[in-house]
């Protein structure tokens, strides 16, 4: 189908590239081709610079075939590239998309591998060139309005950019739920900076805690929420098991008063939420596979030192979210967090209010890396 017109196909991913900012961190790009089976051009954690995937990109070259089985396509690009070992990195609530270019009818079934392609939390969207089959194009793509067709090959030069403003619109590239149990369980504990650096900003902080709790659905055997301040001292305000109504949460940040003192220990922070707060006595249920989320504020850099209990952390499965105000930037936080992809640096107080959404998505997708290891005593 494709033949000579296949350095067009390439134009429009080269013309892609870009727009994206490619980095270990950031964006990453992968490049499939298929006919009756499939090749890896590119796995996305092969390169981790625009200059690299532009490079690769050049030296494409057609791969042949006369049948299309776009179906085993879509199997094979949700088991070995979206993967963890090729680089997907949906467990860390980073959007996965797939762009699926075509010029004809699958000579195979497409309805059940798209399926598959959705529950493991994967948008398609797809571009159909030519005599294409557009309820195919339809039932592939994750909604209709991520279906789109173009008469010939030239017309791909006129899609790059409305693609990318619809893939660069986060409503429009949904997160979808990851398949598994229907009832959405999690613990999430917030680590709070109670230092008097926070002051009277402490009312904004209850509040950004209180609306992200208004957002799950909470209970025994949903998700539980735990509260624990620190200054140079952490105090627990209450465990995972503590409350289990949302009624009940929301009343409990509501009577929070700042804790106060004028430094900063988070590694002594992070000691007693691994001894004392995602243990099975105080509710945590890191035992039967739950999602652990430690949800880290801070207003400055910890006084004590913080990199065995971050490995620790990471050991255990728990995914520690960076948030951060005043002089907490990047360079803070980033030490931290699970991921890179995980910190929020915030400009004020109110700007708590404008991360709610993403978080609230990321923390809804996060999934639980338990490393089958021993955890030693630090």
Known sequence: HVGTFFYLIRDLIINLIPNFNLAKDKDQISVVQYSDNARIEFPLNAYTSNEQVL????????KGGRKLKTGFALDFVRRNVFSRSGGGRQHLGISQILVLITTGKSQDDVKRPSEELKQAGIVPFTVGIGDVDRSELNQIAYSPKLAFQVDDY??????????LSISENEESVPTPPISGSAVDKRDVIFLIDGSAKIGKGFPTVRQFMAKLVEKFDVGEGKVQFGVVQFSETPRTEFLL???STKKAILAAIKKLKIKRGKKINIGRALDHVITNVFTSSAGSRLDSAVPQILLLLTSGRSRDDISQQTEKLRKLGIVLFGIGLKEADRTVLEPMAYSASLVFPVRSFQGLMDIQNRLQSIMKSVAIE???TPVEDF
């Open 55 to 62: 490079a690769a990109t050049r030296k494409l070259r057609l």
């Open 154 to 163: 030239w017309g791909l030069s006129d899609l790059d950019l409305h693609l």
């Open 241 to 243: 098991n503590t409350h």
């Open 370 to 372: 338990v490393v089958e």
